[in-house]
């Protein structure tokens, strides 16, 4: 059974920086998935945040988050990361990682829906204070 572990979340200042990552076991195809992260505030619904393709080749960011975030894939160790910076309160939020069923989705809004990914992690949490 694939299992996903977040790490890297903290409580940090508005502005600072932030590398979580996604380490991913109990899977021998880890290339063939696409891995996407999501955030979730208390009583909301979860958000997409960002989505990478099994071989890396094509990312997709939120609109929001967009100038501030990047995703990457180290296929080798299993680990997809998300690099955030210039953090603000707004980003205080539960980090999802999640791997979907295929190395690619079509159309591309798939990236964007959880009900598209079907193994998720337990969350890390992120912390800005102002």
């Known amino acids: 059974q694939m299992q996903l572990v977040e790490s890297g979340g903290g409580l940090v200042q508005a502005g600072a920086s932030l590398r979580l990552s996604c380490a991913i076991s109990?899977?021998?195809?880890?290339?063939?998935?696409?891995v996407a992260w999501f955030r979730r505030v208390p009583e909301k619904d979860r958000d997409f945040v960002a989505a990478?393709?099994?071989?890396?080749?094509?990312?997709y960011i939120a609109d929001s988050v967009k100038g501030r975030i990047t995703i990457s894939r180290d296929n080798a160790k299993n680990t997809v990361y998300l690099e955030m910076s210039s953090l603000r309160p707004d980003d205080t939020a539960v980090y999802f990682c999640?791997?979907?069923?295929?190395?690619?989705?079509?159309?591309?809004?798939?990236?964007?829906?959880?009900?598209?990914?079907?193994?998720w992690g337990q969350g890390t949490q992120v912390t800005v204070s102002s």
């Open positions: 999640a791997a979907g069923p295929a190395a690619t989705f079509a159309p591309e809004n798939l990236y964007s829906a959880d009900s598209s990914y079907v193994f």
């Open positions: 990478i393709t099994g071989r890396g080749g094509r990312t």
């Open positions: 109990g899977e021998t195809m880890f290339g063939g998935r696409a």
